[in-house]
């Protein structure tokens, strides 16, 4: 009779091959874009049978959301490092979302994929919601660490549903990087300007 691993080990040989799966995934859209992110390619280059890729994520869309999800864990990171500095929650709202513009637009795939999640939601995702509470924590100073969701406001509180709109205005920008009718600096521009009466009371 076999035995079974620990629950312990298991937990974590099952995370590793999560993780695998997603790197390999961002791999490929770096190369050639979410198409490339093709469900036989990635299982049979991340080592792990068809059947298995599908128990973790059930469509495509829902492993292009992993790897963009991926993208925002690095975004929160460089952010908990080098946290901004600008004076006001203005200032400091914007610096975070042209290091996210700049991220993703280094692979417009994946930043045309978190756009589509985001407004077409053909999968359950907590991106925006992700993207609102790290913006609120930079707007009034909080830092950007694991465990600080005692730190965010009841979601319906004025406060968050302000930060939400910039969130909202950023995706609207974003897409029109991908259209090709904004440039980066016209996008800062822009988000400066509705940044500054939406936080003008944090």
Request: cysteine-free; aromatic content about 4%; hydrophobic content about 45%.
């Amino acid at each position: 009779m076999a035995v079974q691993a620990p629950i312990g080990m298991r937990m974590r040989n099952q995370n590793q091959r999560r993780k695998r799966i997603v790197q390999t995934a961002a791999a490929l859209a770096l190369r050639g874009g979410v198409e490339a992110m093709q469900m036989r390619t990635v299982a049979e280059r991340a080592g792990v049978a068809l059947g298995t890729l599908y128990r973790y994520f059930p469509s495509k869309m829902d492993l292009v959301v992993a790897v963009v999800t991926e993208e925002l864990d690095l975004l929160e990171t460089s952010i908990s490092r080098r946290p901004p500095n600008a004076e006001t929650a203005a200032g400091r709202a914007v610096d975070v979302l042209m290091r996210a513009t700049r991220g993703l637009m280094r692979e417009p795939e994946l930043a045309d994929a978190l756009v589509r999640s985001l407004i077409m939601a053909e999968v359950k995702t907590e991106l925006g919601a992700r993207i609102t509470d790290l913006l609120y924590r930079v707007a009034t100073g909080t830092p950007v660490t694991e465990g600080e969701e005692g730190a965010l406001p009841d979601r319906d509180a004025d406060d968050y549903v302000l930060v939400g709109s910039l969130a909202s205005i950023w995706i609207f920008e974003l897409l029109e990087i991908l259209k090709g009718h904004r440039d980066m600096e016209q996008v800062q521009q822009r988000l400066e300007v509705a940044a500054e009466p939406l936080l003008a009371g944090f």
